[in-house]
């Protein structure tokens, strides 16, 4: 007989228990039915035998706080899995480049993959599953509550590392005075506008690829309002440069290719889309001319 027949035939004892109203009888042929693999869900109609996952699905407000330990990483290297396993398999590939002690957190964002992303937890690689379909910020402040890592590097699937770009960052990040580092960087001079500039000291860090302390990233995150990545960088970025802290651009070895996030939504809801999420930004930072790196003792 197989699990599943086994589970089916309990289940059937399980009815007839409730039937009968021994529900002591019924709970102990639930938990039966569990240790072969199987959750029982009650309908209004009877019930139904559903296969339990062979990983933790989390909500994302309740995983595990890995800010609540010290870290015993250097770095935790984090990306968001919504589709295109050949992003993902590069990825994981070529971060095996990277030196320092590390681990590489690959969120599931219910991409309905789940099983396949779990094949990929393996040695410096981890998976955390969540239970629905949330928004950008939400998803990478979840993520990021894992980390068992010093530096929290975020990644977009685009890039291709080429060498190193971990050892880069997390050095940048020894100094006090840097708060948030990476290879592509912003300038603006009036907080509309902005353009691509070689630092080191910059406005903002792009979020292809960047990087900062965990206490940092804990007292501030991603504002979890954002849904599609656009402007969610430039918003981290002064959230922690409000602490009082660099942006700075530190080179490392990668490339950047298509970027799924941007190709993935239809051409005609890109431009409101990234309006909403650019007037977000401005809502918070629009007086903050302080801040910027042009202005700076001025």
């Known amino acids: 007989m197989t699990p599943r027949e086994q589970a089916q035939k309990l289940a059937e004892e399980r009815e007839l228990a409730r039937g009968r109203r021994d529900f002591p009888r019924a709970d102990a042929l639930r938990d ?12 209004a109609t009877g019930y139904m035998l559903a296969e339990q996952a062979r990983y933790q699905i989390y909500d994302p407000r309740t995983v595990p706080d890995g800010f609540a ?9 984090h990306v ?23 681990e590489v957190v690959v969120t599931d964002n219910d991409s309905g993959e789940g099983d396949w992303v779990e094949t990929l937890a393996v040695g410096k690689v981890r998976a955390l599953h969540l239970d629905r379909k949330v928004g950008w910020g939400e998803a990478r402040n979840a993520a990021a509550r894992t980390s068992r890592g010093a530096a929290l590097i975020f990644a977009d699937l685009s890039v291709e590392p080429t060498g190193d770009v971990i050892g880069p960052l ?3 990040l020894e100094d006090s005075s840097a708060g948030i580092c990476g290879p592509w960087g912003l300038t603006t001079t009036d907080l509309r506008e902005f353009a ?20 940092d990233f804990e007292a501030t995150g991603f504002d979890p309002w954002f849904r599609w990545y656009r402007h969610a ?60 790196v042009g202005r700076r003792g001025s």
């Open 80 to 102: 968001l899995y919504e589709g295109h396993r050949s992003d993902l398999y590069r990825f994981l590939e070529r971060i095996a480049l990277s030196s320092r002690d590390f």
């Open 196 to 215: 691509e500039a070689p630092g080191p000291d910059v406005d903002a860090i792009e979020g292809y690829l960047m990087a900062a302390r965990r206490e």
């Open 233 to 292: 960088d430039l918003d981290l970025s002064f959230r922690i440069r409000d602490r009082g802290l660099r942006a700075v651009v530190v080179p490392v070895p990668a490339t950047r290719h298509e970027h799924r996030g941007w190709l993935g939504v239809p051409e005609a809801d890109r431009p409101p889309r990234s309006k909403r999420n650019f007037y977000r930004f401005l809502d918070h930072w629009k007086d903050r001319t302080d801040l910027l």
């Open 69 to 77: 330990s010290s870290a015993i990483l250097d770095a935790s290297v």
């Open 32 to 43: 039966a039915i569990g240790k072969l693999g199987f959750d029982v869900v009650d309908t």
């Open 170 to 172: 997390c050095d940048a």
